[in-house]
């Protein structure tokens, strides 16, 4: 195919923060209120970039975490090493101007009709689409069953906590802890594998629609355990967010 | 015009006083960021071979064990990636790409270096003997890393880092200097970073 | 160095095409398999964005920024449909 030079034509708009939450150690959810916002569809995400004194500017993509017919949200995770995460878990303020663009994202996506049962797989910060899945759901009055499995490294990290705890008619929320566990911990322990998705996934003969959002080694292995279990690879979604633990400049969300 | 984010500062800060050894428009880091245009590639130490070709001829290949039983020499450098970031004071162990082409009675004017992966990357002969290039498998005190090219990568110090290709594999010698990887999607045939020749054309 | 995939550069191509691209069909040009964008391999620790195959590994696109234009060479696809 050709090659070709075109302008940019996706347009940055400097949003309002609205407010500030804290969800846990090292995440926050930031709530927007971008002056120019077309609406937004669960599972999509916005770029972000950033602007320093001296001209210098870092981008990065992060998850939506809220449903269409909610303010725009994102949920950030502060990296070690990080150049843009640190800012916005840290210096960030309410009042303050971000500059983004989006809604971005075609494929990533879930709406109502798209049938189901729902399979969601979500590694770390990977459960912020999700959770916009989730919040769709049930603001759609959409009862199509669902599983959510989340992995996490400890209790502690697991973000959305008491909200994933209440109890919505129809979802299922199990946790796996690869780390460490709390006392009296009966979740399931260790990385995602074959083994455990047999037990907690949807058969596939219930004809289920995956999505699996997290490091990119994690969604690499649920993805191939699903297709394993008979899952068609076009049931499966798939967001790799790059490696764990590195600079942000490396996993961006 | 973006507003500027209030607070917000690139992750490195220049110290003062290094200026002279920075080229323009580049900033110190303090890491070794890692850049890749493929997936690390694993090639056992048995089945690498470096080789000097020329077209479909091979001039001279060595198996890793010859290789080590070349002469090496510890090289310092600072280097200078056409992202922006610049790392002074590197330490790397590796044998001269003058060495290995005077083994191989070499006649022509450039290089495609070729690595497994595919990447490619062109240079002037004139730029990589003399005692300004080298093929590196050692880093400060260890062996080369995969991440950062490993088991052997080219060393060109005096051009963008680019040049310096991770996991190369051979020299292929060539009448016309015909473009690499980077170079053939718009960045600069030559790469001096002195003179900011970054983008073809600057 | 992990990968990411078509999902991250969805901002990035609406400004190369003017349109939402991740769901957009490919097909490498060198194997044939065809796949959703997003699902693309795509290293961006480098001096431009590299997507390839997922299943071959070839190079289907690569996109480099200078300045506000982004040059996009489209050579390793075969073809490129959006939904």
Redesign the interface.
């Known amino acids: 195919?050709?090659?070709?030079?075109?302008?940019?034509?996706?347009i940055?708009q400097?949003a309002p923060v609205a407010s500030i939450t804290r969800e846990t150690t090292s995440v926050v959810t930031i709530e927007l209120d971008p002056p120019h916002w077309p609406g937004h569809r669960a599972g999509q995400?916005?770029?972000v970039?950033?602007?320093?004194?001296?001209g210098?500017?870092?981008e990065r993509?992060y998850s939506i975490a809220s449903a269409p017919s909610e303010p725009v949200t994102i949920t950030v995770e502060r990296l070690e090493?990080g150049?843009v995460s640190p800012?916005l878990t840290g210096?960030l303020r309410p009042g303050?101007?971000?500059?983004l663009?989006?809604p971005?994202?075609?494929?990533?996506v879930w709406e109502p009709g798209d049938g189901g049962p729902l399979m969601l797989l979500a590694g770390g910060s990977g459960i912020v689409p999700l959770r916009s899945i989730l919040r769709h759901r049930l603001r759609t009055g959409s009862g199509v069953p669902t599983r959510l499995l989340y992995s996490s490294r400890r209790w502690e990290d697991v973000i959305y906590r008491d909200e994933l705890g209440q109890d919505h008619d129809g979802v299922q929320v199990g946790y796996t802890l690869t780390r460490n566990q709390p006392a009296g911990w009966t979740g399931h322990t260790g990385r995602i594998d074959s083994a455990l998705l047999a037990e907690v996934a949807w058969p596939a003969e219930a004809n289920p629609l995956a999505y699996i959002c997290g490091?990119?080694?994690f969604v690499e292995t649920a993805a191939a355990a699903l297709v394993e279990l008979g899952y068609p690879p076009e049931r499966v979604?798939?967001?790799?967010?790059?490696?764990t633990g590195g600079?942000d400049?490396?996993?961006?969300r | 015009m973006s507003p500027v984010s209030r607070g917000f500062r690139r992750l490195y800060r220049d110290p003062a006083g290094q200026d002279s050894r920075l080229p323009p428009g580049q900033h110190l880091t303090e890491g070794f960021p890692v850049l890749s245009a493929g997936p690390t590639p694993h090639t056992p130490l048995e089945e690498w071979t470096f080789s000097i070709t020329q077209g479909s001829q091979t001039r001279k290949s060595w198996t890793w064990q010859e290789f080590q039983a070349l002469p090496a020499e510890t090289i310092t450098a600072d280097i200078h990636c056409v992202t922006r970031w610049s790392k002074l004071g590197t330490q790397w162990r590796g044998v001269s790409v003058g060495t290995l082409l005077g083994k191989a009675e070499y006649d022509a004017p450039y290089v495609m270096a070729f690595c497994d992966g595919g990447y490619t990357t062109n240079l002037p002969i004139e730029d990589i003997t003399g005692g300004r290039a080298w093929v590196a498998f050692g880093y400060d005190d260890g062996p080369l890393e995969a991440e950062h090219g490993g088991p052997a990568r080219l060393l060109v110090p005096h051009l963008y880092f680019w040049k310096s290709a991770k996991w190369v594999r051979g020299l292929d010698l060539r009448d016309t200097d015909e473009p690499g990887f980077w170079e053939s999607y718009g960045y600069h045939i030559y790469g001096d970073p002195w003179r900011e020749q970054r983008y073809a054309g600057d | 160095m992990d990968a990411v995939d078509g999902n991250a550069i969805g901002g990035m191509l609406i400004e190369v095409f003017g349109a939402e691209m991740t769901a957009a069909s490919s097909t490498c040009g060198t194997c044939g398999a065809s796949r959703p964008v997003a699902e693309l391999v795509v290293f961006r620790q480098a001096p431009g964005t590299v997507v390839r195959c997922r299943t071959c590994g070839s190079v289907l696109m690569v996109l480099v920024r200078r300045m506000d234009v982004i040059s996009v060479d489209l050579s390793g696809l075969a073809d490129l449909s959006p939904q």
Not at chain 1, 237 to 243: I, Q
């Open positions: 195919m050709a090659r070709t030079a075109v302008r940019g034509r996706l940055w400097a995400h916005l770029d970039r950033l602007t320093a004194e001296d210098y500017t870092a993509e090493d150049e800012y210096e303050d101007l971000l500059e663009r989006g971005v994202g075609g494929y990533f490091p990119t080694s979604k798939t967001e790799r967010f790059g490696g600079t400049g490396r996993s961006g």
